[in-house]
Structure formats: structure tokens, C-alpha cells
């Protein structure tokens, strides 16, 4: 059941579909059921992130990409060192950051299944014992 949970400048929704279903396809692509993975958005407002003592916004491009990120994924804690940083590659080249000298800070949080709960269907389960459908 892997989260993205995204904070960064306001992104119009169909930005922010495109990055949920691009990350999405690349979870399903390492084995992950596309109805487990969730990214959730939120806006911060200018001058809210600083580094060093210093606003991010003072020292980053503006739009057409965010120019800065924090993100945290919580995964599963069998995944390896590989696909963490896999996955943080992928990050930044779906925000579109990187090549325009953004700010992202990308944290992974591992978990485990019996920690994560589900409800589908008016029925509340483990993660660790959701069948697939």
C-alpha cells in the first residue's frame, strides 16, 4: 500500500492527475495493484520552506514546473535500496524539478502491512489481508 503524499505550489488538477498516474504506472509496473497506491497533493503557500535559514523561493525558478518539493512515501519495508532510489528518480522527473534546478526532498518512510487499514466496501481490513480484486 504504498502513499505519496506531495507538498509543493499550487499544481492545476490535471498536473496533478498526470503525476499520480504516472507514479501509479510505475508502481503497478514493480508488482504494486493499481487500487493500492494513493498521492495525495497539498498547496503550500510562497515563503513556507526554508533551507539553510533561507526561503526556497528565494533561491529556485518559478513555474512552469513547482520549484520545490517535499515528499513523503511510505512503502513497503521489503523494498530495497534500489527502488528507493528508483523511485525518488521517478519523483523528480514526474514533478519536473530536476532539469529546471527545483528543491525536492524526498522522504521514505518504510512500513509494514499489518500496520496500514483499509476500508472497501463498508469493511475495514488489514492491508496484509485485502485480497486483490
Not at 525558478?61 to 517535499?70: D, G, K, L
Not at 519523483?91 to 524539478?97: I, K, M, N, R
Request: charged content about 25%; overall charge neutral.
Amino acid at each position: 500500500m504504498p502513499t505519496v503524499e506531495i507538498v509543493t505550489a499550487a499544481l492545476p488538477a490535471n498536473r496533478k492527475r498526470a503525476i499520480a498516474v504516472r507514479l501509479t504506472r510505475w508502481l503497478v509496473n514493480r508488482g504494486v495493484t493499481a487500487s493500492h497506491v494513493v498521492v495525495s497533493f497539498t498547496d503550500e503557500s510562497r515563503n513556507s520552506l526554508f533551507s539553510g535559514g533561507m526561503p526556497i523561493d528565494a533561491i529556485t525558478p518559478r513555474p512552469p514546473a513547482p520549484a520545490h518539493a517535499r515528499v513523503v512515501c511510505c512503502i513497503g519495508a521489503n523494498r530495497d535500496d534500489r527502488f528507493r532510489d528508483e523511485l525518488a528518480d521517478e519523483l523528480v522527473a514526474a514533478l519536473a524539478t530536476a532539469d529546471r534546478d527545483g528543491f525536492v526532498y524526498v522522504e521514505f518512510r518504510p512500513i509494514e502491512s499489518p500496520l496500514v487499514y483499509l476500508a472497501h466496501g463498508g469493511r475495514l481490513s488489514r492491508a496484509d489481508q485485502v485480497v486483490s480484486t
